[in-house]
């Protein structure tokens, strides 16, 4: 964004309140120190009221009044929310379903991303838009559409289909490698003609997970697509003004590696819910992730919310501090902005008991009086903006890889992935430590420490990759269920891990999943041994969701969950870390680790585990290569660095003193840093 400092302020839609609310808006903005304003998000029907009838004047108005008082304006194309007219007049643009409903106008983001008059038509608001305003002094960005995704990221009809075939068509190139890609001769699916492809509708049963993998990358890239149509538009218009749309986190549908390519800034809407210990945890996943994606590059945090959202069954507010202390905690994981979804609380329509900026009782609430005391904590920490993170440690994270195993019809139907992304995550959050994501195919050996948690779908370069780093002196800890399947989706044979099998030193020959519910056959009433002689003596250790473990050595704790593989170890190197001590794999091997010379050491863990266990083992690898994490931080008390910058965020309960400083529940303190970049331990010689 083209702002100096860090840019503060939210979504404005002045369009819902009487012209005479400008003024007063603008006022307030000043008083709470708002530098930039969305404009325009869900505002087609507005700039475009009919078709190809665009009027714009009172945007410029607003745009004119805001620039005259220094708010910048991240000015929205409006294209996520398409007008009642779009949809009458032309149904193909609305989506339909996997069971063949069009999905009526009436809401939001009611388009079929696959439609060309959709495409048509966005692509001339957006024309219009640019030729208008794309050299407006108060311009700072450019915000395309708004959370590509949100809601619907699919569509069924035919025009769809004709897309989805072109694209296959463009990356096998013939129905014999697509036939071979999705193994079509199991089920009598092999596919004789390209008109045969469908998109995968509703089916008596299973589908086919090749081709669900595929029309997951077609839906992202079909998506992706859209974006670039409109950023085209306005690069072309004015190549100074930086282009991005907004990111929702983890979100499952849309490959954010490969679009962060394509954005000038990274940007995230994030709304974690108070009502859980956990929130701050994920806002920092957040805040990590979009770091990341932009390539540690500042990202803006593009939408959070100041109190409560309305959405959920119940909408727990922030408490109090919470929303400056999690902000502040944003910028110091790498935000360059803090803005809100809303500017004022809306009077009508869906979201009016949606928190905002102004609340509806104005200035007369704590909320207000939270967000003026943001907008001059921001205001002192202007330095910081565009200051980078230097982590030393890793986390894999590979859309791809969680779509395959979603896909994948077992060996669990649980979202393993992104869980075991998020545990691995917790580990490191609650040692106090950022770390960033990585794609597996990306270069790796800068980092210390790379996790690599589940990456079922494990490719050639994905395990040369890791292979390099390792090589390089990077630690590796691989956990369960990778290697499972190929680039395709194709099982591996000859024992799981593939191509990590040499470095890791060990090969994982069988699986068992645990905390599976006993299917109750006829009536589920408790067995008893006088009257179910046989069946009252049989044990269900897959029926426990713990899988207890056995530690070799002192120093390590906790036990695991969920799952339960059977390694076989292949080479004389590796060491034993800890055995199942659990029903039906007592003693076998649950975690190894292989120290090679002159490489990293190569963990692996085969099985999910718990808190304690990923702690245990995260202090050992981090104290291996020398990064320190400081025990002597109070409960809920974090401290991050960036720009010269110590933060001591304290998210707990209790005032408590850090460096001397007392720091009251959810209050902070600044400090200026003493840099303490790890010195890494050297390697063993080889
Ligand atoms: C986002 C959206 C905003 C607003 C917000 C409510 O999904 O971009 O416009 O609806 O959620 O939490």
Not at 132 to 153: I, K, M, Q, S, T
Not at 170 to 184: E, H, I
Not at 303 to 326: F, I
Request: glycine share 8%; net charge negative.
């Amino acid at each position: 964004m083209l702002v100096r400092g860090i840019a503060y302020g939210g979504d404005y839609n002045p369009e819902q309140w009487p012209d005479s609310y400008l003024q007063d808006d603008i006022r307030l903005m000043k008083e709470a120190g708002v530098s930039v304003v969305t404009l325009g998000v869900f505002s087609w029907s507005s700039f475009e009221p009919e078709q190809d009838r665009f009027e714009f004047d009172r945007l410029s108005e607003v745009m004119d009044a805001l620039h005259s008082a220094g708010i910048g304006i991240d000015l929205a194309t409006g294209t996520a929310s398409p007008p009642s007219w779009l949809s009458q007049q032309f149904p193909s643009t609305l989506p339909t379903t996997a069971d063949g409903v069009r999905l009526a106008w009436g809401s939001r983001q009611q388009y079929n991303p696959n439609s060309a008059v959709y495409r048509e038509r966005t692509a001339a608001l957006v024309t219009a838009l640019a030729s208008r305003f794309a050299n407006h002094p108060g311009l700072v960005a450019w915000h395309v559409n708004n959370e590509y995704g949100c809601h619907v990221w699919e569509s069924f009809d035919d025009e769809s289909a004709g897309r989805f075939r072109a694209w296959l068509a463009n990356r096998y190139d013939s129905l014999d490698n697509l036939n071979r890609a999705w193994g079509t001769e199991f089920w009598s699916q092999r596919i004789t003609d390209w008109d045969q492809v469908i998109p995968p509708r509703t089916t008596p049963t299973l589908h086919n997970p090749h081709r669900l993998d595929d029309w997951r990358r077609f839906c992202s890239d079909s998506l992706l697509e859209l974006y670039l149509i409109e950023r085209d538009i306005l690069r072309a218009a004015n190549p100074a003004v930086p282009i991005t749309t907004n990111f929702m986190g983890l979100f499952f549908p849309v490959d954010y590696w490969k679009w962060a390519e394509h954005l000038d800034f990274v940007s995230n809407d994030s709304y974690p819910d108070p009502a859980d210990p956990r929130a701050a945890r994920e806002f920092a996943f957040d805040c990590d992730l979009m770091r990341s994606l932009g390539k540690g590059k500042p990202f803006i945090q593009m939408e959070q919310v100041t109190s409560a959202v309305q959405w959920r069954n119940r909408n727990a507010a922030k408490r109090p501090g919470q929303y400056r202390l999690w902000s502040i905690m944003a910028v110091a994981l790498g935000a360059d902005g803090i803005l809100n979804f809303q500017w004022r609380q809306s009077l009508a329509g869906a979201e009016t008991f949606h928190g905002a900026m102004v609340p509806h009782a104005g200035r007369a609430s704590r909320t207000w009086t939270e967000v003026v005391g943001l907008g001059s904590d921001l205001g002192e920490l202007s330095h910081v903006q565009g200051h980078t993170l230097s982590n030393k440690v890793a986390i894999v994270w590979d859309w791809e890889n969680a779509w395959a195993y979603a896909n994948a019809v077992g060996p669990t139907n649980e979202a393993v992935p992104e869980n075991a992304a998020r545990d691995w995550h917790a580990t490191f959050f609650e040692l106090g430590l950022s770390v960033d994501f990585v794609h597996p195919s990306q270069d790796l050996t800068s980092y210390a420490v790379v996790i690599v948690p589940s990456l079922f779908r494990l490719t050639v370069l994905h395990a040369r990759r890791l292979h390099d780093a390792c090589a390089s002196g990077t630690h590796l800890v691989v956990s369960h269920l990778t290697g499972y399947v190929d680039e395709r989706g194709h099982a591996t044979e000859g024992g799981y891990l593939a191509g990590l099998r040499d470095i890791l030193g060990v090969t994982v020959t069988d699986y068992s999943a645990r905390a599976i519910e006993p299917a109750a056959l006829g009536s589920a009433e408790q067995l008893a041994v006088d009257v179910d002689r046989i069946s009252s003596s049989v044990g269900t250790p897959a029926a426990d969701t713990r899988v207890d473990l056995e530690w070799m050595l002192t120093g390590y704790s906790g036990a695991a969950r969920n799952w339960a593989e059977s390694v076989r170890i292949d080479k004389h190197d590796v060491e034993t870390i800890a055995r199942f001590d659990t029903a039906d794999a007592q003693a076998q091997v649950a975690v190894t680790v292989r120290r090679s010379p002159g490489h990293g050491s190569a963990w692996y863990i085969a099985t999910e585990l718990d808190g304690r266990a990923r702690r245990s083992i995260t202090i050992a690898v981090l104290g291996e290569r020398g990064i320190e994490v400081d025990f002597s931080l109070p409960a809920g008390v974090q401290r991050l660095e960036r720009g010269g910058v110590a933060f001591v965020l304290n998210h707990g309960d209790q005032t408590v003193k850090v460096e001397g400083t007392d720091v009251p529940p959810r209050g902070l303190t600044l400090r200026a840093a003493v840099t303490r970049e790890p010195e890494l331990a050297p390697l063993e010689a080889p």
